[in-house]
Each structure stands twice: as C-alpha cells, then as structure tokens.
C-alpha cells in the first residue's frame, strides 16, 4: 500500500508541475537484458531488493517536467524481471542562477562521482563499485548485535548495511554551487549515506558537505565529509540506559579523483568510514576504487576497475581480534561498443577474492550485457 502511494504521489508531482503553460514534458527509458555464466558468483553484487546489476532484464523509467526557467521535477522507476516497477526517487530542483542549484525530495547521493554514472548507458562496465553497493555484516534493521558472535556471524552473507548505497535514494535537501574553479554543496538528509532513509525517523538530520577543485575541465580533485544515524529506531530499546539512536552515528569521508587525456578516463575514490556501536565500538573500514575507460576505433572501448574494502578488528570481548567483515577485493575487465546512438553492447568478467573467509565467497562472473535507450 505504501509503495502505491508513494507511486501515486510520483505520478502526481510531475503531472502537477506539468500543468504550467510553460513545463515540458519528457519520458525516456533505460532497458538492460543481460546473460552470464550459471555458475557466476553474484552474492558482492546484491542490493537490500536481492538484485544485481547481472540480472537477466531490468530498466529505469524517467519522468522529467521543466516547469519553468529555474523549476523542474525529476521521477525515476526501476522496473525488474521478479521484482516488477518499484518507486526509485523524486525531486525538484531549483536553479537559482547557473551556479546556484538546490533539490529537494528523494535525491541522488550528493557526494562522491558515482551517482551519475550508475545507469547501464553511463557505466563503462557493468557492477557497482563495491564502496557504493557491497553488504557488510553490519545489521541496521533487524536485531541489534551486542555481540562479537552475532557480528561475525553475519559476513559473507550479504544481507546487511552497504558502508555507501547507491541503489537506495535519501529523502532530503541538497543545495550547490560552483565559483570560478570550485564546486561545493551542503546536504541535509534523513540517515546515512550507507542507511538512507525515506521517511523522517529521527529527531535531527545527517549531513554531507563536499568541496571540488576542478582546474581544467579535465581535471576534477575533491573531497567529502558526512555523518548521519544509522540505526533503526526500534533499537533505542535495547541501547544501554539513557542511550538514544542519534547518539551512534555513521561518519565517513572520502577523496575523489578524475581526469582525461586523449581517448583515456580515469575515476578513482577512497573512503575512511566508521559506525558508532553501543556495544561493539567503533567499526571502522577503508575502501575505495580506480577504473579506467579507453576508447578506440569507432565506437568500442576497453575498461578496468579495481575495488576493494577492508574493515578494523573487533575490540570487543570474544572478538579474538577478528575483522567485522571479510575483505574484499575484485577486478571487473570490459569491452564494449555502441551499436548504435541509442543501443550499446558490453562483455565483461568479474573476479572476486575474499581474504581470510571461506572459499566459497570468491568466484567469477562473466557478462554479456545490452542496453537500449528509449
């Protein structure tokens, strides 16, 4: 019932703004079919809806209105093959002056260089860096883990917290700017970046404030700080006496590189983040990734990532000194050709090694994906 409203809700907002004699309305869409090996090993893929960017079809449906000079809305859809069409986000946002932006409503993670290149047509490959999707053994819905056991338990099972998650939108309001080689902005949202929030659940926002030094318009050096609740309000019942959810926070930050030089591209991040634990102290880890696009011939290019994530040791009691969470490395290899202006083709492999876990959790994919804009 709640997805519907929020559907209807969606429908409403762009059908409303529409409405000025001056908006204009626009629909497109992005359409993903992709075939790989039955035995791949997709489980560092998942998202929270148990999907991946390896399923078999799966797309985006995007609704734009421009309703005047300086207004315009934006909804967005994900459509899948089980899981059927599901609301993704919502927003408006106000131009100000060129340099002047603000949004409001579901929006986009507003720091780091990945939000934009998420979509199938914008992705040189085909998963997700791991910073921005992969699951660690941190639970924030369920029960809370007082625990060293009932932490460790839970790696390599992918059902739990992201440290960033791309795949789930924030509700909350993002205002940025740009002045002569500097862009910064300041963001207020309802939870973390790697627990996002739709509805408003806690007494006092999370933030991310991000600075941008952009010398060429082939050079893009930045940075970015956050820090918001993580926790599910249900747990302030089993908080120790006095203890609140706002008081254990997610604080992370990170640095950002991109560059281009002829036919080549180059996107890189890093990330320190910590979760605060009333009972397991502070989970620390650091991550981050570096790939690389070269286009050559007429349109085919070649692309690389690299993208690993490595997590502290428990202090806890019992913990034995083990990790939070197994590390994580993987290498994803692409090649890809636009078939045409609105249909590409990409073939990629995906290697995934796990340190210090079980056997089980390393393995390949190996991907044939097409992708068709309408």
């Known amino acids: 019932m709640r997805q519907y409203v929020r559907n209807l809700f969606a429908i409403a907002l762009v059908i409303f703004t529409a409405e000025s004699a001056t908006a204009q309305l626009k629909l497109a869409g992005l359409f993903s079919m992709v075939a790989?090996?039955?035995?791949s090993k997709i489980e560092s893929n998942l998202t929270n809806f148990g999907i991946t960017p390896f399923d078999a079809v799966y797309g985006r449906v995007f609704m734009d209105a421009?309703?005047?000079d300086r207004l315009s809305a934006f909804v967005q859809w994900f459509a899948h093959s089980y899981d059927g069409a599901f609301f993704y986000g919502a927003y408006v946002r106000y131009d100000h002056t060129p340099n002047l932006h603000l949004e409001a409503g579901l929006?986009?993670?507003?720091?780091?260089?990945?939000?934009?290149?998420?979509?199938?047509?914008?992705?040189?490959?085909?998963?997700v860096p791991a910073i921005y999707q992969y699951k660690t053994s941190l639970d924030p819905r369920g029960a809370l883990q007082t625990s060293s056991a009932s932490i460790l338990e839970k790696r390599g099972q992918q059902s739990s917290a992201p440290v960033l998650y791309d795949f789930c939108w924030n509700t909350g309001v993002?205002?940025?700017a740009s002045h002569g080689q500097f862009d910064f902005g300041l963001a207020l949202l309802n939870g973390s970046l790697g627990v996002p929030q739709r509805d408003v659940v806690y007494s006092r926002p999370g933030a991310a404030l991000h600075l941008n030094w952009v010398p060429s318009p082939y050079v893009t050096v930045g940075g970015w700080v956050s820090g918001g609740p993580w926790m599910s309000p249900h747990f302030e019942s089993a908080l120790p006496p006095g203890g609140v959810v706002e008081d254990y926070c997610q604080l992370?930050?990170?640095?950002?590189?991109?560059?281009?030089?002829?036919h080549a591209e180059l996107h890189a991040e890093m990330i320190l983040n910590r979760f605060e634990h009333p009972y397991l102290g502070d989970l620390e880890n650091i991550g981050g990734y570096a790939d690389i696009k070269y286009s050559f011939a007429t349109r085919w290019w070649g692309a690389v990532?690299?993208?690993?994530?490595?997590?502290?040791?428990?202090?806890?009691p019992g913990s034995n000194g083990e990790k939070w969470d197994y590390p994580v490395t993987r290498i994803e290899l692409g090649l890809g050709r636009r078939l045409s202006e609105r249909a590409l083709m990409k073939g990629v492999a995906?290697?995934?090694?796990?340190?210090?876990?079980?056997?089980?959790?390393?393995?390949?994919?190996?991907?044939?994906q097409l992708t068709v804009e309408l």
Do not use: C
């Open 36 to 39: 790989r090996n039955h035995n």
């Open 107 to 127: 929006i986009p993670t507003p720091v780091g260089l990945w939000a934009p290149r998420t979509y199938a047509d914008k992705n040189p490959l085909v998963s």
């Open 305 to 316: 990532r690299l993208d690993a994530l490595s997590f502290s040791e428990l202090q806890s």
């Open 174 to 176: 993002h205002a940025y």
């Open 350 to 368: 995906q290697i995934i090694r796990s340190s210090d876990a079980p056997s089980a959790l390393d393995g390949e994919v190996f991907a044939l």
């Open 252 to 262: 992370t930050s990170g640095a950002l590189l991109q560059a281009s030089a002829g």
């Open 66 to 68: 421009k309703v005047s």
